[in-house]
């Protein structure tokens, strides 16, 4: 098989699970749940999170808000400066089996942007709070999930920004001294 046959075939496929995943949301209760869970990963449930931090763990607090903000800062960057070079189409645009079902903050695809800052604040949040995971693995799983189920996102926009989001965090750790996930 080509190259280009692979490529063909895989795009076809990707599209499918798209018009599965977003099948999802014509069931009772999923559309509301992915969409609020979308609204939140904006950046509501971040900046929540961060106000929480500093209220609750004063200085520890701020220095972790600090420490998410400055990744964040540089995931937007990363993000925009990715979906300008991909310049991938989202799902519901290139196949009208697909619908959107809550209105794209950008006209692009690749990758995603709400899993790409959801996984790298949790990874940050968790090395200055594991006590966190039980709230935020579960938020982050939903929030990825969420942009396949809407029709804003290939599964490979998801999982791509998953690896860049635990790259960025990753690095944001390493740099930050007295701070480690293990």
Not at 69 to 80: E, F, H, S, V, W
Request: charged share 15%; proline share 4%.
């Amino acid at each position: 098989m080509h190259a280009s046959q692979r490529h063909k075939r895989f795009i076809a496929t990707e599209s499918n699970w798209c018009v599965r995943a977003n099948g999802w949301a014509n069931r009772n209760g999923w559309r509301s749940y992915f969409a609020a869970v979308s609204r939140l990963g904006d950046g509501l449930f971040w900046y929540g999170l961060m106000t929480m931090m500093v209220l609750l763990d004063g200085m520890q607090g701020l220095r972790a808000s600090l420490h998410l903000a400055a990744t964040g800062l540089i995931a937007l960057t990363l993000y925009k400066l990715l979906k300008r070079w991909t310049r991938r189409p989202r799902p519901f645009a290139s196949d009208v089996r697909i619908r959107a079902w809550v209105a794209p903050l950008d006209e692009f695809s690749f990758p995603s942007g709400h899993t790409l800052h959801a996984v790298a604040f949790t990874l940050v949040a968790l090395a200055h709070y594991p006590l966190l995971a039980w709230m935020l693995i579960p938020f982050t799983a939903s929030v990825a999930v969420s942009r396949v189920v809407l029709g804003l996102h290939y599964p490979s926009d998801v999982l791509a920004a998953t690896g860049i989001g635990a790259a960025l965090a990753a690095l944001s750790l390493w740099l930050v001294p007295g701070v480690s996930l293990f």
